[in-house]
């Protein structure tokens, strides 16, 4: 299934797109409104939407990770579904955050865990939605500040996501 697929996307082609969304609504372009919410805030298995398309092209949505860890996570580099930006001339709307779903013993280190929606690409185009994290475990040592499910910035920013 492809990103422009989901529910939280749009199929216009047009400039002033909506962001699209996932575990956050898409922000609202000049012209077109932002996708919808969807999927499960407490297993979040969705990749995210892609982004509303001008010029014919579009961003895609963020990917879906889950990871089963049975002793400890460290994390000090990044783990990140974050939604695509589109480069260029044309207002494509930013696409949703994916997803994060992580269960361990234990979670450490100063790294990030990111579900982010992408930014749009141009002033009349909407910021994509956050994704969705989900984490299971016994000891979460990881500065909650480093886990996260923001909206992307737009004509309107996306939503955040959720953190559960």
Not at 97 to 116: K, V
Not at 140 to 163: E, K, R
């Amino acid at each position: 299934m492809c990103s422009s697929d989901l529910p939280g996307s749009n199929s216009f082609n047009s400039g002033g797109q909506g962001g699209a969304g996932y575990g956050g609504r898409g922000g609202r372009g000049n012209t077109i409104l932002g996708g919808a919410i969807y999927g499960s805030e407490t297993a979040p298995i969705d990749l995210g939407s892609g982004g509303g398309k001008d010029c014919n092209s579009a961003t895609s949505g963020g990917g879906a990770l889950r990871l089963y860890v049975d002793g400890t996570l460290t994390v000090n580099g990044e783990l990140s579904a974050n939604g695509g930006t589109l480069g260029g001339l044309c207002y494509s709307g930013g696409a949703s955050g994916g997803s994060l779903w992580i269960r361990a013993g234990t979670l450490e280190g100063s790294g990030l865990l990111s579900a982010n929606g992408g930014q749009s690409n141009g002033f009349t185009a909407g910021g994509g939605g956050g994704g969705r994290v989900a984490i299971y475990t016994c000891d979460n040592d990881m500065p909650l500040a480093n886990i996260q499910a923001l909206g992307g910035a737009g004509y309107v920013a996306g939503s955040p996501g959720t953190i559960f």
